[in-house]
């Protein structure tokens, strides 16, 4: 798979769209990049993933550069419960022979 | 759906004791995953199935880590002998591709 660069940890005031970066400069062409979060004690959760195009569903905006090397999700409104690890991985859309591979993601503190 | 379920939450044992982790996946998802989570390690994906076949298990740390799904519906991850080094998080999650993973909510393994 191909390796993600992410910032350790980001700060974001509630109510504030929290804009998180990744780098996949080495990613290819059958790629997808899925982003998922982890709260405190929780098992890692889904966000959303894409390929090319930007996608958005109730939680998140996830938006790719045309070069697909690099990737923001965006989450519009913050709150103090958004407060997680949030990790950017990249895997191939065939996803037989690959599995999940975690990094350490990005730490996001939101505060009032 | 009540999602991935794992059991137990807590386990807590003496070393050299035999441990079995339990996991019951989403039905209908055909693929299961086991990770386990430590601070110094972060999530490491320890062995992984589809259809009920293991895929790939280098993650398996030691021969004392087994893992079996005897069908669609359970999967045990056992460890004999446990080890202090052993105490860690362990996550089972499911997924049905190219869809995102549902993890469960975790056992918090302690071996004293």
């Known amino acids: 798979d191909a390796k993600t660069t992410q910032p350790p940890s980001m700060d974001c005031a509630e109510g504030r769209a929290a804009n998180l970066p990744c780098n996949h400069s080495?990613?290819?062409?059958?790629?997808?990049v899925y982003w998922y979060r982890q709260i405190h004690s929780q098992g890692p959760q889904y966000i959303i993933h894409g390929l090319k195009n930007n996608e958005t569903n109730e939680m998140a905006s996830l938006i790719i550069t045309e070069d697909r090397k690099s990737s923001t999700l965006i989450l519009p409104h913050a709150t103090l419960r958004d407060t997680a690890v949030y990790y950017c991985?990249?895997?191939?859309?065939?996803?037989?022979?690959?599995?999940?591979?975690f990094g350490k993601g990005t730490t996001l503190s939101v505060s009032s | 759906d009540a999602g991935v379920i794992q059991s137990p939450r807590h386990e807590v044992t003496e070393m050299g004791q035999e441990v079995t982790l339990r996991c019951k996946p989403i039905s209908g998802h055909d693929y299961l995953f086991w990770y386990r989570q430590t601070m110094m390690r972060g999530l490491e994906l320890l062995i992984y199935f589809n259809n009920n076949v293991p895929i790939d298990d280098s993650g398996m740390p030691e021969d004392r880590f087994s893992a079996k799904m005897p069908n669609a519906s359970f999967s045990t991850l056992k460890i004999q002998p446990s080890e202090p080094r052993d105490s860690a998080v362990y996550f089972c999650a499911s997924s049905l591709d190219p869809y995102g993973y549902t993890f469960g909510s975790g056992t918090r393994l302690t071996v004293v």
């Open positions: 991985i990249v895997r191939s859309a065939n996803q037989a022979g690959t599995a999940l591979i």
């Open positions: 080495t990613i290819s062409g059958n790629e997808y």
